[in-house]
């Protein structure tokens, strides 16, 4: 089902998508798989589009973080689709990933964003996906091992994952690819966990939203030393063994889920879900670009006049 249509006034104009007070705009919100239908006063309309997938989820037992989901844009001054009417078109939000599972496809108006990769479990690279997955750790005891973190596959939607670095005695599992930045690597000097990747910020409904960030990496040690950071934009932050719990990717932002630190405890975290967000030309407005008395009241009642 849609949610949060909104039409957004400004000093008397409308914030379009070009700042012509002659114009206005439709945004439309799905949190959730549903439909889209163009007004038959709007078709056919070029609309522009923000379409994210869910964020894949954490790895296990001494885990990586997991990948942002696939981040697909027009907004601002990309291509926008169009120009035809849409009826009734359906559109799929991709759920967030469990633990040790990619996350799953967006699709809206023939354009799909890609899952984000989970985080590598123990022994195990991370995977690819919209945004990569962090690698997971190894053994103890031996030479230092390196698991790489998973690729941007398609290209284009996001970043690699970051890898993970085991050292002898520990070592830090790698963060999860970000829409805006790679993960980081985890460390090696100490047993913490890579901070998730960055999500990048996009003002498609009026307001600027950081969505897109990466899961961060498990700890692979058992004295308390934290996990990484999720990125800004969703990502989930890896647990402290013993005390903090990992935490989950935030819901309709496509944040990779956390990964493991030290063989599930705590356990990993779920990824949040995508969106996919729709904008729209109106062409409701008269000329002068002033709105009409009983739509200025509509609008006030509503509480969208700023």
């Known amino acids: 089902m849609a949610t949060g249509i909104t039409d957004r006034m400004a000093n008397g104009g409308l914030i379009g998508s070009d700042n012509d007070p002659t114009t206005g705009v439709k945004v439309t919100t799905f949190t959730s798989s549903g439909t889209f239908t163009q007004s038959p006063t709007n078709a056919p309309q070029e609309v522009d589009y923000l379409i994210i997938a869910g964020g894949g989820g954490g790895g296990p037992g001494r885990g990586g973080g997991g990948g942002a989901g ?5 907004f601002p001054g990309g291509t926008k689709i169009g120009s035809v009417p849409f009826d009734g078109v359906p559109i799929t939000v991709g759920a967030g990933g469990a633990e040790n599972n990619n996350g799953s496809d967006s699709v809206a108006l023939g354009i799909t964003s890609t899952g984000g990769g989970k985080g ?39 970043n690699p994952g970051g890898n993970s670095y085991t050292q002898i005695t520990a070592g830090g599992c790698g963060g999860g690819g970000g829409a805006g930045s790679a993960g980081s690597p985890g460390s090696s000097g100490n047993p913490r966990g890579g901070p998730g990747g960055n999500g990048l910020a996009n003002s498609i409904t009026g307001s600027s939203v950081t969505r897109g960030g990466g899961g961060g990496g498990g700890s692979d040690y058992r004295g308390g030393v934290p996990g990484g950071d999720g990125g ?40 949040g879900s995508g969106v996919v967000i729709l904008r729209e030309p109106t062409g409701d ?8 008395l009983d739509r200025q009241f509509a609008l006030k009642k509503a509480g969208n006049w700023i």
Do not use: E, K, L
């Open 285 to 292: 407005f008269i000329a002068s670009g002033v709105w009409p």
């Open 232 to 271: 800004p934009g969703g990502g989930a932050d890896a647990g402290n063994v013993g005390s903090a719990p990992t935490q989950v990717g935030q819901a309709n932002t496509g944040g990779g889920g956390s990964g493991d630190t030290w063989y599930h405890y705590p356990t990993p975290g779920q990824a």
């Open 70 to 74: 696939g981040y697909r844009t027009s």
């Open 120 to 158: 590598g479990a123990f022994q195990t690279p991370g995977s690819s996906g919209g945004s990569g997955g962090g690698g997971g750790s190894d053994d103890h005891g031996g030479p230092s091992v390196v698991r790489p973190g998973g690729s941007a596959s398609p290209p284009g939607q996001g």
